[in-house]
């Protein structure tokens, strides 16, 4: 537990405002929205209460005490690949920790996602606390861990496995220690974040809970980061077609799916784009032709689009989609033909949101991470949370403890030392916001079940 004077447990809105400077700089991101220089005067007594518990002290120590158990976890659940739509054998694994730890009715439901409730008393929230099954990494990465220099390497250790791991050490202390809390739990691991997986686990878990009043996802983020907006993102698989022919004997005849391509590409680059809210686009892959002697019949792209808002996404998508319209039309009076033709397929929707800096979730976030030492940032990304916030509910995503880097890179890595001092914070703002029965309420508030999709 970390060394916390009582009167820092105790912070008044003065001593807040000193630790959670607005919009104060971080090393590894920007701030989207200014953090909050005071809390409502609700969530600073929840949190007051909370952390002077003994019961709660006790629970932080477990947390410490069950970091080294914890870190065989991440270690075994690294080990099994998991790429995107291939999530099934982690899935088990994950399962049979949270079986093994207490929660005999989890499931993995019909979209591959482990599922499994921890019962409140009944008269709170549902919190759902999450973190992703898969990685980026194809199957056959090496995935085996390797230490070296204190620290742990491996494809996918810090994104998102640190996260699994930190939700089974929770779900272990909480059981260990006999803590009740006041609103439910939703543990899951849920599929598809990353790459192509569009959201898909978190849609299909919104459609079937219709009512989850809020949630918090454990992702690796530096001490101190919240994650209040998500970013919306369309992704397009467009394809030209031509008849094709012969570089020499059909010059003039036929049109070039290649060409009409490059002039798409060009007028898709000269595209203005707002700076706010940051809205951007890129051709990131392209292919097609057959040989260097062929006009080409075929020739494909991917484009991808994102914004902090949706309206200037569609905007942006709008003038992309125009662009590739135009470039066709204008390769086929190059040479007085009709005979090249585009089409376009939606591969990639992430919808977008914003939780509201001065919503309950995000102060009691906050709140927590004073209580830690923690300056808050609040950031921005493309993340699970995306879900929830385009549906009006309340989510965050927080750190989850140890430091980390290399995403995405085969040399990914995470640095587990005093981890555990994270994990404590991350469970602080969770259990603020169900509430410990004899110790604090709830402050998430509990919201009308949405219509059934």
Request: glycine share 10%; with cysteine.
């Amino acid at each position: 537990m970390p060394s916390l004077l009582p009167s820092s447990l105790r912070l008044a809105p003065l001593l807040l405002a000193m630790l959670c400077t607005a919009g104060a700089a971080h090393a590894q991101g920007t701030a989207v929205a200014p953090t909050p220089t005071q809390v409502r005067p609700a969530v600073d007594q929840a949190y007051t209460q909370l952390l002077a518990a003994p019961a709660m002290k006790q629970l932080l120590d477990a947390v410490k005490a069950d970091h080294e158990r914890s870190v065989e976890d991440l270690k075994m659940l690294t080990e099994i690949e998991a790429p995107p739509f291939k999530e099934q054998k982690r899935a088990e694994a994950f399962l049979a920790r949270m079986k093994a730890l207490g929660l005999s009715d989890a499931r993995i439901d019909a979209e591959g996602n482990v599922v499994g409730l921890r019962n409140g008393t009944g008269k709170g929230p549902k919190l759902l606390i999450s973190a992703h099954l898969d990685t980026v990494f194809p199957a056959g990465t090496d995935v085996k861990v390797k230490e070296r220099d204190g620290k742990l390497y491996a494809p996918g250790i810090s994104d998102d496995t640190r996260g699994l791991a930190v939700l089974l050490s929770w779900l272990k202390v909480l059981n260990d220690n006999k803590i009740q809390t006041v609103g439910d739990l939703l543990f899951v691991g849920n599929v598809g974040e990353e790459e192509l997986g569009n959201l898909r686990g978190m849609k299909a878990l919104f459609r079937e809970h219709v009512d989850i009043d809020g949630m918090v996802g454990v992702e690796p983020a530096p001490d101190g980061t919240v994650l209040v907006l998500g970013t919306a993102s369309h992704r397009y698989e467009v394809s030209f077609k031509s008849p094709g022919g012969h570089s020499y004997g059909a010059f003039g005849q036929v049109p070039s799916a290649i060409h009409g391509m490059g002039r798409a590409i060009a007028k898709i680059a000269e595209i203005k784009t707002p700076s706010f809210p940051k809205t951007t686009f890129t051709v990131g892959t392209v292919g097609g032709g057959t040989s260097v002697n062929t006009i080409a019949p075929d020739a494909r792209m991917a484009v991808d689009i994102r914004s902090d808002e949706m309206g200037a996404l569609l905007e942006t998508e709008k003038k992309v989609l125009a662009a590739i319209d135009e470039a066709v039309a204008e390769e086929n009076k190059r040479w007085n033909v009709n005979t090249l033709s585009v089409s376009n397929k939606l591969i990639g929707d992430r919808p977008g949101g914003r939780t509201p800096s001065d919503s309950v979730i995000v102060e009691a976030a906050v709140r927590s991470n004073s209580a830690f030492g923690h300056k808050t940032l609040l950031s921005g990304a493309s993340t699970d949370a995306n879900v929830p916030m385009s549906l009006g509910i309340p989510a965050i995503i927080i750190g989850g403890g140890g430091k980390t880097g290399g995403f995405h890179a085969l040399s990914e890595w995470i640095e587990v030392t005093d981890g555990w001092k994270g994990a404590q914070n991350a469970l602080a703002t969770v259990l603020g916001l169900v509430g410990v029965q004899g110790v604090s309420e709830p402050l998430l508030p509990k919201r009308p079940p949405r219509p059934q999709p």
